[in-house]
């Protein structure tokens, strides 16, 4: 289209001192002529291109043109390029060619490349973003997918769903979707997808309304549990990275108090803590630890 090829010569001309029309006609695969009447065309639009013959000579724009960038304020310009950065880790559209352009408009102060995002865990890059692009194609064509998911509990079951978002919420990833199985909404944890296919079936995801991730979250009585925990000192970094601040108080010994709430894998997370913790309430969740931590040292004597 023309309004592009006259925005790419001069974004071209403001980042070089000269060129030619022979090299801006092989660049955009136009004749030398198309290219004197987009010469043509800026010019009449005051835009203060200038064309010099012989040796040396070509076309050049004056050095001290800007376009107006007035419209968009200096905040306005970072919000727009930290958007783009952000998109960019998506790979769903080509950011690169428009931060090129934005950077050279806006003002210094905001084309500074600050943040940098990436959707996989440490040591996991290319199976987690090769299965984080499938599921993002999956939800932009609106295709059936079926997947292995590992449940809370241990089980595996081959489900099909209509992917219809992904989720980020408490330092995990989420899919949020329709299952076929069950019939209804479901949300399944990112890291216990496994084994994913498109399916050559689609579906219309206009007609499905995605619940907020805290409607489908929301703890009941029955699957979490009110705990007290005393957390040791060498520990504080694990709490703090886990839980919110207002959940840990300081205790004189410099250990810390939590009270939280915890699913169905409480005595896991528990146990991971080794000897730095100790459940204060409820007594229930005491009594089942030393059932299991029983049970664990019976596996390892049995092997003595």
Known sequence: MQINRLFEIVHLLMNRKRTTAAELAERFEVSKRTILRDIDTLSAAGIPIYTT???GGGIFIHENFVLNKTLVSEDEQKQILFSLQTMSATEHIDTQQILLRLQNFFTSSAT???IEVDFSRWGHSEKD???FEMLKRAIINECVV???YLSPYGESKELEVYPLKLSFKSKAWYLQSFCLVDNDYRVFKFTRINNITALEKNFNGSIYIVPS???VEEPTSTEYLHIK???AQNAKYRIYDEFAESDISVNDDGSFTLRTTLGQWIYDYILSYGV???VLEPQSVRDELLIRIE???NKYLSQT
Do not use: P, T, Y
């Open 146 to 148: 079926c997947f292995d």
């Open 129 to 131: 973003n090769a299965k």
């Open 53 to 55: 013959q012989g040796k």
């Open 213 to 215: 991730m805290k409607s």
């Open 112 to 114: 500074k490349d600050w």
């Open 295 to 297: 049970k664990m040292k």
């Open 276 to 278: 730095s913790v100790e």
């Open 229 to 231: 925990l005393r957390i």
